[in-house]
């Protein structure tokens, strides 16, 4: 819900798809947020079952890192480029392009940590 | 039922569907008959499908008779060497069938050089499937076989195809020798999915009357990239698949999940095969897609996240079914 809906949102600002109009995409953002906070919420509850499992490993601090550097673009996608209504599509698209590619970049890789994390971890729970 | 009985129900119809789709397709070519075209590609498209369930069943048909009297492993081994083969010919002609059914949608025809390529590669794939039609025949009938020793006495041509069968033992060694080399695997599986649900969500969501705003048609032209998606998902899931055979069949998750994908095929049939697509085709901004429309859409979205939650279950519910 929350990366395929932005995911979506970066490639249309980067000029694929560009029969789609891009301010409707707007309505997006709704899901995208109740994604965010599914992830967030069921994310605290992993963490506070397994502690130790994820805060041993670096490559968990990574992703947080990389997923709050994406909902901050995310914030700034909202704000910046679809929070004008009567902004033409191609200054949305020449706004957004930048934080497009950073977005997926970042969705990329916290999504690659997160799967890291599955096999990389020294310890499920704290070694008596 | 058990995955003996799945996998002899199931085998018959990538041998015979890829030779129904060939002879489809070569009519077409003579009596330059495009709907004949069509009809092989969906075949080919639907043998691709198909051929998982049937790749994936022969592990646990495997577990059921493996300790029987008169079975040899030799011959299992063959014949599963000769389906991953075949398996990696139909996924090809498959999805290059879907490429071409996409082309044939958007300038009316499949170009040409998918034309030709669809065509080489079905035949390879006739005669790949016939041979794991012949090496599965040869593990349970006696009676048929050539020689007491089938896979010493192959001929030529079958020694020259075994040459570039995989080594199921080795394979399977392969996928797991490396942890990163799985987590890449599985990392790719899950940018897969987010390439199927953001254009497929997307499309479905329009069709129940969310983001109005948005033309069908616009939308719509995402679908390649659920397709692309796809294509990374049955390679990714696959190569999964060879690395823990026994631990993805004997799982009930699992085949629940690839029970799913089915549906989800037959799904997409409703939607293409059916008025239902030209219908919603040219629907332009706060045009109401028809109920039908709305019940394939909803359909869709509940489906591929039950496929999403299936998927998380696999590793809690291994092992439940029995059969070893």
């Not at chain 2, 990538?14 to 009596?31: E, K, N, Q, R």
């Not at chain 2, 040459?163 to 599985?186: C, G, H, I, Q, V």
């Not at chain 2, 219908?279 to 591929?304: Q, T, Y």
Request: hydrophobic share 55%; proline share 5%; aromatic share 12%.
């Amino acid at each position: 819900m929350l990366v395929g809906a932005n995911a979506l949102v970066d490639l249309r600002l980067l000029g694929f798809s560009p029969s789609i109009p891009l301010a409707p995409l707007k309505r997006f953002f709704r899901i995208m947020w109740i994604g965010f906070g599914i992830n967030a919420a069921t994310g605290v509850v992993l963490l506070i079952s397994y502690p130790t499992k994820a805060l041993t490993n670096p490559v968990f601090y990574a992703k947080l890192t990389m997923i709050a550097s994406a909902i901050w673009i995310l914030m700034k996608l909202q704000k910046e480029v679809f929070g004008d209504p009567t902004l033409p599509e191609t200054d949305m698209m020449a706004r957004g392009a930048s934080l497009a590619k950073w977005s997926l970049a970042l969705w990329v890789g916290a999504i690659s940590a997160g799967r890291l994390l599955a096999y990389t971890f020294k310890y499920i729970l704290y070694p008596f | 039922m058990n995955l003996a009985h799945l996998h002899l129900l199931l085998n018959h119809f990538p041998i015979i569907g890829t030779i129904v789709g060939v002879g489809l397709f070569l009519f077409s070519l003579a009596g330059k008959n495009d709907d004949l075209q069509r009809a092989g590609l969906i075949i080919f498209s639907v043998m691709a499908l198909l051929s998982l369930p049937t790749f994936f069943s022969g592990i646990g048909a495997q577990g059921a008779i493996e300790k029987l009297p008169g079975v040899s492993s030799v011959l299992i081994d063959r014949h599963e060497g000769a389906a991953t083969l075949a398996l990696l010919f139909m996924e090809i002609t498959g999805a290059l069938s879907l490429a071409g059914l996409w082309q044939s949608h958007k300038f009316s025809r499949p170009a040409r050089w998918n034309i030709v390529t669809v065509l080489l590669l079905s035949l390879i794939t006739v005669g790949l499937m016939a041979r794991v039609g012949t090496t599965g025949g040869d593990v349970r009938h006696p009676e048929i076989r050539a020689g007491a020793d089938p896979a010493a006495n192959e001929g030529t041509l079958g020694s020259i195809v075994h040459a570039f069968e995989p080594s199921p033992d080795k394979f399977t060694k392969l996928m797991t020798a490396n942890k990163y080399w799985w987590a890449f695997m599985m990392d790719m599986h899950f940018i897969g999915l987010i390439m199927i649900i953001g254009a497929v969500g997307a499309l479905d969501l329009r069709m129940l009357g969310f983001a109005k705003a948005l033309p069908i048609a616009s939308v719509h032209r995402l679908v390649p990239w659920a397709l692309a998606g796809f294509a990374i998902n049955v390679t990714t899931g696959v190569l999964a698949f060879i690395g823990m055979p026994v631990f993805y069949t004997y799982d009930v998750a699992f085949w629940i999940k690839i029970f799913a994908v089915l549906l989800l095929g037959l799904n997409a049939a409703a939607f293409y095969l059916t008025d239902t697509f030209k219908m919603v085709e040219h629907m332009g901004p706060g045009e109401d897609a028809p109920p039908r429309a709305k019940i394939i859409a909803a359909s869709s979205l509940v489906l591929w996240f039950g496929v999403i939650t299936l998927g998380r279950y696999i590793q809690s519910y291994q092992g439940t079914i029995s059969g070893r």
